[in-house]
Each structure stands twice: as structure tokens, then as C-alpha cells.
């Protein structure tokens, strides 16, 4: 929810809408299974940051690229200067999905990317149009905030593979994490620190084992 002030409460629809659309990542992983998930995602994550490099260095590439997107690119997201890279929001959702893949095991991996594009989704659009009550001088808000929760819970509790508790907490946490003004994307960081909460939860309370790289070939 980080610097939404930055566009335009329709244009936030739209990225959000955008979001919906990524549930494809997920859903794909689960399609295709490991490793070909892997060998897809990581291409398309060196892709998406390549083009990301390009447009920073080349005028006519930046400016075809904010034709398309422009309306629902954040300030923060648009080059200033030449040579000045900047990771839009779905080059670092890709590159999410491809860490997703590669640190845990799909059972995990899946529900808690779906969980957090939605949550996120919701918070943000609640947050727009009904955030009243800010954390401090962050631009998150209570209501927000409380989107995210409501949302990633009632996401989590469709995967019975994974344990609730455990989900519950990985939502909780990713919730705090989204709204931190940390220097990582939320779209990266969320997700792989809510999985961590939930590969580590039933470790410690279900004895499962904490595995990570399980996207790595045998």
C-alpha cells in the first residue's frame, strides 16, 4: 500500500486489476508443477528486470512502455534520468513468483502468493476509499490493514494443506511487513516473509521440516 498517494484512486483499480490477472502465476505454478514451473518463472523474471534496465537507459523503450502503462504506474516506478532503473510493481511480482517457486514447496507456495495479491488488492483499495485512521505517518491505514487480514485469512483458510494456525500467523505477519516502509517491494517481500512464517510454524509446531530451495532439483 506503500505511496499509493501517487495515483489516481482509478488508477489503483486498475493496477489492482492487474493483480487479479497475476493469480495466473500462482495457478500456473499449481498447473505445472516443479520443476517446469521454475524454468518458466525464472525466465520471465530475468525478462521482466532486463526490460526494466532497458528502459532506464533508452528513451524511446521508456516512453512506449509509459504509453501502455503509464495510467497505472506509480511516480516511483518512472524512470527520472537516463541510467536511473526503476522495478515497476510487476516485474517485482513475477520476480516473487519466481522466489516463491524456488524457496518453498508449491503447498506452501501457492496459497500464500494468491493470498497476498488479494490481500493486498483489498487493502489497498479499502485503504483509498475508506482509510480514516493512518499507522503514524506511514501512508497505510488501520482499515487497510484490517482488509489484508479479513482477506488473506479467508484465502488461507481454502488451503487445507496448508495448517491454519500457522497460515493465521504467516497472514498476520505479512500484513505488519506490508505496511513497514521497508526497502524491499512489498510485492516480493510480503510473500516470501509470510511463507517463511508458515514453513516455520509447522516446523515448530507440527514437526513438519523447514525446507528451503525445495524448487531445486533433487
Known sequence: MASQSSLPYTGELGRKALHLLALSLPLGMWWLGMPLALYLLVPMALVAVTADVVRAHSTSFDALIRWIFGPLMRAEELPEKDADVRFNGATCVV???????????????VPVLAMTMLADA??????????????????ATVEGTAAFVAMGLAIMACFPAVAFGPAAAGVLVGAVVEVLPLPVNDNIRVPVVAALVVVGGETLFFGKPFVLFAGLPA
Open 95 to 109: 520476480v516473487s513468483a519466481a522466489l516463491m517457486a524456488l524457496l518453498f514447496p508449491l503447498r506452501v507456495a
Open 122 to 139: 483489498a487493502a489497498a483499495v479499502v485503504g483509498r476509499r475508506l482509510g480514516r485512521h493512518p499507522w503514524g505517518s506511514l501512508s
